[in-house]
């Protein structure tokens, strides 16, 4: 089987020294493997996602000399490979659910803005049942009369286990660890755990890396891919770099972004310092990302968050 890893950046601010660290191992690891990779662009948000982010972050991906095979820019047999362009393959998915009763409507308005984004810390989210989950039937119709509904995922009280590449072995009672989330919103816009879902499964995707933050979101993914019968890729979630103060680092406070990084330094200073600061030997001297995909190994990358005072 050919290996294949993603990178999955949202359009939503211009990528920081924490995205790039996730996309250089996620390129490391997908190479090291002799796998393919894919450039998909989250942007269902229609609010936070867009334009100039996307082009800057291609710009910036390709100065950095992390390359695809596959994607937004390069073309391929998968696509569309904008989100946004997708909406029918995950009307399909969502319907396959209905038919499940794995997801039910839900009116609750609060927090459903943030579902189409990918849940970092921080950020208020919508967590666990609602009052919904236990409507009549009736009760459901009479509501969807008055105003159309989102849709949530019902979580059962179910253990599911993985290997993470750099995590170990996890394991997450879904409805406790998880609780229910909007996978699709009342204006019809998708949700970022069923795209994401779709996405990996029908591009291909064999291992995912990304950050940390994204943990137990694996675990919600694997279970959507179990109930829509695709097989599901290998796990690694990598650690999150932290400013001085131990702040996470954030597209929205302008963090060591890539605009200010390229001011101050060459590519390859960045992709060495970046592999020495995940705990990998990188070779002395300037290196690129194609000479340190030979030192590459799960065994020896950080598993805590790193400061960084780059
Ligand atoms: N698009 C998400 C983000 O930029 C990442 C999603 C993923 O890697 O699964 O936060």
Redesign the pocket.
Known sequence: MCEKGRF???PSGRMHLGNLFSFLLAWLDARAAGGRMVLRI?DLDPERTGEPWTSLLVEDLRWLGLDWDEGYAAGGTCGPYCQRERTALYDEAFQTLKELEAVYPCWCSRHQRLAAS?P?PGEERDRGACACRKLSRAEQEARAMVRPPAWKAAMPHETISFDDLCQGRQQFDLARDCGDFVVRRADGVYGYQLA?TVDDALMGVTR?V?GRD?LDSAARQLWLMRLLGYCAPVYGHVPLLLAGDGRRLSKRERDLDMGALRERYAPETLTGTLTTLAGLPAPAGRCGPKELIQNFCWDKIAKNDIVTEL
């Open positions: 999955a950046p949202s989250e990918a970092h994401v995912v990304r994204l």
